[in-house]
């Protein structure tokens, strides 16, 4: 077990040292300049939402007793997009409180699909199950609107929301990643402080309850956070999608399920899955900037159906 | 002392809890029987405050059990429910270590007070093992643990063991028998009029408080000596009851028939 998360770490550590020297050889002054403000940058912006993604999958899959719980299927992520996607749209120049108003938007949109979603869940009539298909029902109505924001922009914002929407890495710097790190950082420390609720909502939601936790409040702290988080990194880089359901499901076969281990764990894989995705999407095809949302989507479709299938109960 | 008073609870305009009281005395032991539907399950997730009952009250030492903080709820209140497996590959010891969650203490002490659990119960072995490998009978067996390891006033089981093999079913009655002699009240739930035999040996008979739950409505209260005991228990459930000695244990057989 601890070799074995040794080893694990090792490899996130030697995929993060690795990623900027992948591909065209760099040389002299502009080898420099497209080491430290291209490539660096980008892997900084994929630990930071890599991890994000990783760890409120891992959070998900406990609040929502469900391993197919993640952002993307319960509707935070389309909620996320859809509101940056509002605001570039129509509103591309505004800025609120020096933020730009995309991230917002994005917030908003995030906490508004997550609180209806987790209004259904905590109803108590609705089965687990149920809340799942009403967070996919409500992530496809949030796509057609998306689509339909979309139509309405003229040719070089259409181009540019739809580069967008399919999830990348590049061109946001280090100022990007300066604003995303400190909502990264509340949302991790925030996340990481409910690990014993969540280990305790394992044994199931009620027997958490007669065992002292306040599921009302974790499950609140939990998707508010959640949705902070998601949504800062939706506005930044678009829906990644399938990160924050593969990342735990990785985690939980190789280090096992404890959610001491599961939570921190789908961090660093998170962020070193991604990057590694970004890396594998930058080089690909030769020359050519295949956006991490297409690679994530690839290799994580076919292993959710997989998932899926394999279902023991 | 847990007392519940005038107690009802109703769901889609069936009443399922109609004016329920009760006493549950410090260290006591009650079951409380009934037939499937009586609102037995539904009682219990009242004393845990999962079911906010519509009339009535429950005070868990005079104080109303709305009051109490979660942590100090689960301090007097413990709960094992019917269908408590769990499918997470994560190790037992884990699992029992989060039963933990009211003492806000290291993970050291909560391994140590986990593992102390366990072994009291000689599951020693288990330690390791992930909980979802593990047999209906050994996960029963492992809920118990936790509630060791939670270590509240009261135990309240619903139906802990009548899906379970004889080894692993005389084990949890083993383990209830025991936690009570040390102190802790007990009220275990159940439709199986066979488990009332394998409670206690015939000596505490006189100690367990039984509570017969039909429709919502408590019909009888008698401790299990009762010299009336088995027509009541037979008016229950519509059955004639057979009350048969063997080796110091009085045990009551259901039989086919309309009770007299």
Same mark, same amino acid.
């Given at each position: 077990m601890t070799?074995?998360a040794?080893?694990?770490?090792?490899?996130?550590?030697?995929?993060?040292?690795?990623?900027?020297?992948?591909?065209?050889?760099?040389?002299?002054?502009?080898?420099?300049?497209?080491?430290?403000?291209?490539?660096?940058?980008?892997?900084?912006?994929?630990?930071? %939402?890599?991890?994000?993604?990783?760890?409120?999958?891992a959070v998900?899959?406990t609040i929502?007793?469900?391993?197919?719980?993640?952002?993307?299927?319960?509707?935070?992520?389309?909620?996320?997009?859809?509101?940056?996607?509002?605001?570039?749209?129509?509103?591309?120049?505004?800025?609120?409180?020096?933020?730009?108003?995309?991230?917002?938007?994005?917030?908003?949109?995030?906490?508004? %699909?997550?609180?209806?979603?987790?209004?259904?869940?905590?109803?108590?009539?609705?089965?687990?199950?149920?809340?799942?298909?009403?967070? !996919?029902?409500?992530?496809?109505?949030?796509?057609?609107?998306?689509? @339909?924001?979309?139509?309405?922009?003229?040719?070089?914002?259409?181009?540019?929301?739809?580069?967008?929407?399919?999830?990348?890495?590049?061109?946001?710097?280090?100022?990007?990643?300066? !604003?995303?790190?400190?909502?990264?950082?509340?949302?991790?420390i925030v996340l990481l402080t409910q690990i014993p609720a969540l280990q305790a909502m394992v044994a199931g939601e009620d027997r958490a309850h007669a065992q002292g936790v306040n599921i009302?409040r974790v499950?609140?702290i939990c998707?508010? %956070?959640?949705?902070?988080?998601?949504?800062?990194?939706?506005?930044?880089?678009?829906?990644?999608?399938?990160?924050?359901?593969?990342?735990?499901?990785?985690v939980r076969?190789?280090l096992g399920a404890a959610r001491r281990v599961l939570l921190p764990a789908?961090?660093?894989?998170? @962020?070193?899955?991604?990057?590694?995705?970004?890396?594998?999407?930058?080089?690909?095809?030769?020359?050519?900037?295949?956006?991490?949302?297409?690679?994530?989507?690839?290799?994580?479709?076919?292993?959710?159906?997989?998932?899926?299938?394999?279902?023991?109960? | 002392?847990?007392?519940?008073?005038?107690?009802?609870?109703?769901?889609?305009?069936?009443?399922?809890?109609?004016?329920?009281?009760?006493?549950?005395?410090?260290?006591?032991?009650?079951?409380?029987?009934?037939?499937?539907?009586?609102?037995?399950?539904?009682?219990?997730?009242?004393?845990l405050?999962?079911?906010?009952? =519509?009339?009535?009250?429950?005070?868990?030492?005079?104080?109303?059990?709305?009051?109490w903080h979660p942590r100090e709820r689960a301090g007097a209140i413990s709960w094992l429910p019917?269908?408590g497996?769990v499918?997470e590959p994560i190790p037992v010891i884990e699992l029992i270590a989060s039963a933990r969650f009211r003492f806000d203490e290291s993970r050291k002490t909560a391994l140590f007070h986990a593992r102390a659990a366990l072994n009291a119960l000689d599951l020693g072995e288990f330690e390791d093992r992930a909980v979802s490998?593990l047999?209906?009978?050994e996960n029963q067996w492992i809920q118990l643990a936790s509630l060791l390891a939670q270590d509240a006033d009261f135990w309240?089981?619903?139906?802990?063991?009548?899906?379970?093999?004889?080894?692993?079913?005389?084990?949890?009655?083993?383990i209830?028998?025991?936690q009570?002699?040390s102190?802790r009240?007990?009220?275990?739930?159940?439709? =199986?009029?066979?488990?009332?035999?394998?409670?206690?040996?015939?000596?505490?008979?006189?100690?367990?408080?039984?509570?017969?739950?039909?429709?919502? =409505?408590?019909?009888?209260?008698?401790?299990?000596?009762?010299? =009336?005991?088995?027509?009541?228990?037979?008016?229950?459930?519509?059955?004639?009851?057979?009350?048969?000695?063997?080796?110091?244990?009085?045990?009551?057989?259901?039989?086919?028939?309309?009770?007299?």
């Amino acid at each position: 077990m601890t070799l074995r998360a040794v080893l694990a770490m090792a490899i996130c550590v030697a995929i993060l040292c690795g990623a900027p020297f992948v591909g065209p050889p760099l040389e002299g002054e502009q080898g420099a300049f497209i080491l430290w403000q291209l490539r660096v940058p980008r892997v900084v912006m994929g630990v930071l %939402v890599g991890s994000t993604l990783g760890l409120t999958g891992a959070v998900y899959q406990t609040i929502f007793a469900n391993p197919l719980a993640t952002p993307s299927t319960v509707g935070t992520t389309a909620g996320a997009a859809l509101g940056a996607l509002f605001v570039l749209v129509f509103f591309p120049t505004v800025t609120f409180i020096g933020m730009p108003i995309v991230a917002v938007a994005a917030f908003g949109g995030a906490l508004a %699909v997550t609180g209806f979603i987790s209004s259904i869940a905590a109803s108590g009539r609705a089965r687990i199950n149920d809340v799942l298909l009403a967070g !996919i029902a409500i992530s496809l109505a949030a796509s057609a609107l998306t689509t @339909g924001v979309q139509s309405q922009a003229g040719m070089g914002a259409t181009f540019a929301s739809v580069r967008w929407a399919l999830g990348h890495l590049a061109q946001v710097g280090l100022q990007g990643a300066q !604003i995303l790190a400190p909502i990264v950082a509340i949302t991790t420390i925030v996340l990481l402080t409910q690990i014993p609720a969540l280990q305790a909502m394992v044994a199931g939601e009620d027997r958490a309850h007669a065992q002292g936790v306040n599921i009302r409040r974790v499950r609140t702290i939990c998707l508010g %956070v959640g949705a902070l988080g998601v949504g800062a990194c939706v506005a930044w880089c678009g829906p990644i999608a399938f990160v924050g359901l593969i990342v735990p499901h990785i985690v939980r076969l190789t280090l096992g399920a404890a959610r001491r281990v599961l939570l921190p764990a789908s961090m660093v894989f998170g @962020g070193a899955f991604l990057v590694l995705c970004d890396t594998i999407g930058r080089v690909i095809v030769p020359s050519q900037d295949l956006p991490v949302g297409v690679v994530t989507a690839a290799i994580g479709a076919p292993l959710l159906v997989a998932l899926i299938v394999k279902r023991p109960d | 002392m847990i007392s519940i008073e005038g107690v009802r609870w109703s769901r889609g305009g069936k009443d399922i809890l109609n004016g329920v009281d009760l006493t549950l005395e410090k260290a006591s032991y009650t079951v409380v029987l009934g037939p499937n539907g009586a609102g037995k399950s539904t009682l219990l997730r009242c004393l845990l405050g999962l079911n906010r009952p =519509d009339q009535g009250t429950i005070r868990v030492a005079d104080r109303p059990l709305q009051e109490w903080h979660p942590r100090e709820r689960a301090g007097a209140i413990s709960w094992l429910p019917q269908h408590g497996a769990v499918r997470e590959p994560i190790p037992v010891i884990e699992l029992i270590a989060s039963a933990r969650f009211r003492f806000d203490e290291s993970r050291k002490t909560a391994l140590f007070h986990a593992r102390a659990a366990l072994n009291a119960l000689d599951l020693g072995e288990f330690e390791d093992r992930a909980v979802s490998t593990l047999s209906g009978g050994e996960n029963q067996w492992i809920q118990l643990a936790s509630l060791l390891a939670q270590d509240a006033d009261f135990w309240l089981l619903d139906e802990p063991a009548n899906h379970l093999d004889p080894t692993h079913r005389f084990g949890v009655y083993d383990i209830l028998h025991k936690q009570w002699k040390s102190g802790r009240g007990v009220v275990c739930v159940t439709h =199986d009029i066979g488990l009332l035999g394998y409670l206690v040996p015939r000596e505490d008979e006189a100690r367990v408080q039984v509570v017969g739950l039909r429709d919502g =409505d408590v019909v009888f209260q008698a401790t299990l000596d009762a010299p =009336d005991f088995a027509e009541r228990v037979g008016s229950l459930f519509d059955v004639q009851i057979l009350p048969v000695e063997i080796d110091g244990r009085r045990h009551w057989l259901p039989q086919p028939g309309r009770s007299p």
